[in-house]
């Protein structure tokens, strides 16, 4: 029988029409896109230069405008009574008076630093009194030097803005510059936020590479902004805004900077005194635009190829299925396993999705298996642990309460009986694995008073109070007490008087760290490692009693991050330090 070839005749001429069809609808749409891309770039150059030049006149108005209201705000509050009272007739006022005054003038200075963003500070100098009322700090000294530099500003002339160390001043004289007197007049500034006029600055430079700098006719002064101030000389732009050709309309000017051509504009404010210059490399704005017409053919070709040739046929056979099996996969490493929908296809894909729904159920068999497996060896490994820790402490309380009837000392007998008693009550009637903190302390506590009489001249004991939301935390039994246990045993036992153990809580978010710490001779830098590796070693052909014991413990319930870390206490000995976690349903975690 013969075979029909994929493309047959007919799929093959439908295709051809489908193409034709396709050729006959968006001719029209490209010849009129491309009339419309001619049309587009004209206006673009046109837009970039109103746009650029409204900017620059926007911003020069509107910072003309917030200092000469400055101004006219110094002109208003020069004669202002409080402040004319506090510079002629301080001598004479008592501090009530004196006080109220200061207030209510420091008061009218923060409404004129509140009514412009350009505004850092306002202050009132009064020289006759070396007295200083600022809108910030209400009264502070003056500062010889800075006031001698506003004294000078009073005579100038040229600007509105003084400038001086970096900073930039408006300042107005009482009764006014012709009269000013510094024994019998008062100084009113404004200072500038150059951080605020340079964040303007930079609204202008939206382009890498662009710049804005304002600055005074003389070019004693400079403020700048934007990315291209630290790679294009400002000097050079300033010269070139000036001198230049007209480049795209109006007053924008094409200016050559040393590789590079730039698009420049400048504003000169009477007011100020001062000249805004805004420059912006050419390549940004209009370089692309030359190659927009050979992109736009080239986008064309490449559209009729790819959009209606490849898309709907690869959606169709590549895409789709693909796009289903890849979200299947990323279910699964959500450990959502979920089997894909078959679709009988005989393909490639039907093959994927059959092998990959074989892969999930294997998955769903092998995952239940081993979590069986991992949590019935974490129970027995924990249950044997657990174990180790009765006869250890059986053997050493015998051998206390053997010492002490030895010694013929009835009272500490009677005592250690009572406590030793309640000791073993706790581990006979509570066979659980897991406790609540809250009880694993006070069996703690009750080996420290069995200790205590038995070194009360000798040893000491502090044990903090327990974290109240740690008290009904679940924590393997019997961990707590070796490592008491070892303080004693190991620390400060030999000590023929003033030993020291202390045991300590410090809470770290669900963290809990239990420290137990000595004053004994502690351990060598060898010992010290040596016993860290045996911590961190596998349990595996390890002994398993005393700190390794605790530390597999916490390691089993509460994951690797916990355990037992040794370091030297500041005591001078040992310090021992448990660390537990409390899961947010207010147990620990489990792993």
């Known amino acids: 029988m013969r075979r029909t070839p994929i493309w047959g005749e007919r799929r093959f001429s439908i295709f051809v029409k489908l193409i034709l069809m396709f050729l006959v609808v968006i001719t029209p749409l490209y010849a009129l896109g491309l009339l419309i891309h001619d049309r587009g770039e004209e206006s673009v150059r046109a837009e970039i230069a109103n746009s650029l030049e409204s900017r620059l006149q926007f911003f020069m108005n509107a910072l003309e405008t917030e200092v000469d209201r400055m101004v006219q705000l110094e002109r208003e509050y020069i004669f202002d009574k409080d402040l004319q009272r506090l510079a002629f007739a301080m001598p004479i006022m008592d501090e009530y008076e004196r006080t109220q005054r200061v207030i209510s003038v420091g008061g009218k200075l923060k409404v004129i630093k509140s009514s412009s963003a350009y505004i850092r500070s306002v202050k009132a100098y009064l020289p006759s009194y070396r007295y200083a009322i600022t809108s910030d700090e209400l009264t502070t000294n003056i500062n010889p030097e800075e006031y001698e530099a506003m004294a000078a500003?009073?005579?100038?002339?040229?600007?509105?803005?003084?400038?001086?160390?970096?900073?930039?001043?408006?300042?107005?004289?009482?009764?006014?510059?012709?009269?000013?007197?510094?024994?019998?007049?008062?100084?009113?500034?404004?200072?500038?936020?150059?951080?605020?006029?340079e964040s303007s600055l930079a609204g202008f430079a939206n382009y890498e590479g662009s710049g804005a700098a304002l600055f005074d006719a003389n070019g004693r002064w400079t403020i700048?902004?934007?990315?291209?101030?630290?790679?294009?000389?400002?000097?050079?732009?300033?010269?070139?805004?000036?001198?230049?050709?007209?480049?795209?309309?109006?007053?924008?000017?094409?200016?050559?900077?040393?590789e590079r051509l730039y698009l420049t504009t400048a504003r000169t404010s009477e007011l100020l005194q001062a000249t805004l210059v805004v420059f912006i490399p050419s390549k940004e704005v209009l370089g692309k635009l030359d190659?927009?017409?050979?992109?736009?053919?080239?986008?064309?070709?490449?559209?009729?190829?790819?959009?209606?040739?490849?898309?709907?046929?690869?959606?169709?056979?590549?895409?789709?299925?693909?796009?289903?099996?890849?979200?299947?996969?990323?279910?699964?490493?959500?450990?959502?396993?979920?089997?894909i929908e078959d679709t009988g296809n005989k393909d490639e894909f039907g093959y994927l999705y059959r092998q990959f729904n074989a892969m999930v159920s294997e998955l769903k068999v092998l995952i239940h298996t081993v979590y069986e497996q991992k949590i019935r060896a974490q129970s027995s490994e924990l249950k044997q642990l657990q174990s180790q820790i009765n006869p250890h402490f059986l053997y050493n309380s015998f051998f206390i309460l053997y010492r002490l009837a030895k010694l013929g000392d009835l009272e500490s007998v009677v005592r250690f009986s009572q406590y030793l008693g309640e000791y073993f009550q706790y581990i006979t009637r509570n066979a659980a694995h897991q406790v609540n903190l809250e009880a694993e302390v006070n069996h703690a506590k009750a080996y420290v008073e069995i200790q205590t009489v038995r070194f009360s001249d000798r040893i000491q004991a502090e044990l903090e109070a327990l974290p109240p939301r740690f008290a009904s935390a679940a924590v393997p039994r019997l961990f707590l007490q070796p490592l008491v246990e070892n303080a004693y045993k190991y620390g400060v036992e030999k000590k023929p008087n003033g030993g020291r153990i202390r045991i300590s809580f410090k809470e770290e978010d669900d963290l809990l760290r239990i420290v137990v710490e000595d004053n004994g001779p502690g351990m060598t830098d060898e010992e010290m490692e040596a016993l860290r590796i045996r911590?961190?070693?596998?349990?595996?052909?390890?002994e398993t009693t005393g700190l390794v014991n605790v530390h597999r413990r916490l390691c089993i319930m509460y994951g690797e991050s916990c355990g037992i870390r040794?370091?030297?206490?500041?005591?001078?000995?040992?310090?021992?330090e448990a660390s537990l976690r409390q899961s947010d349903a207010g147990g620990p975690a489990i792993k």
């Not at 001043?169 to 404004?190: G, H, K, T």
């Not at 795209?248 to 900077?257: D, H, Q």
């Not at 979200?327 to 959502?336: C, D, G, I, L, Q």
């Open 153 to 197: 500003s009073i005579a100038q002339t040229e600007g509105a803005i003084f400038h001086w160390n970096g900073r930039y001043f408006v300042n107005r004289a009482y009764p006014d510059a012709m009269l000013f007197d510094p024994e019998r007049s008062y100084i009113l500034s404004i200072e500038l936020s150059v951080p605020a006029l």
């Open 224 to 258: 700048e902004g934007g990315s291209g101030m630290d790679d294009t000389p400002l000097s050079a732009a300033i010269r070139a805004s000036s001198g230049a050709q007209p480049g795209i309309g109006g007053g924008v000017r094409s200016v050559k900077a040393g």
């Open 291 to 339: 190659t927009y017409r050979n992109w736009f053919w080239i986008l064309s070709l490449v559209s009729l190829f790819v959009i209606f040739l490849f898309s709907f046929w690869i959606y169709r056979l590549i895409h789709r299925p693909l796009s289903r099996l890849v979200r299947s996969f990323r279910s699964v490493e959500k450990r959502r396993l979920e089997l």
């Open 535 to 542: 911590l961190n070693a596998s349990s595996d052909g390890v």
């Open 566 to 576: 040794v370091s030297r206490s500041e005591l001078g000995g040992l310090r021992v």
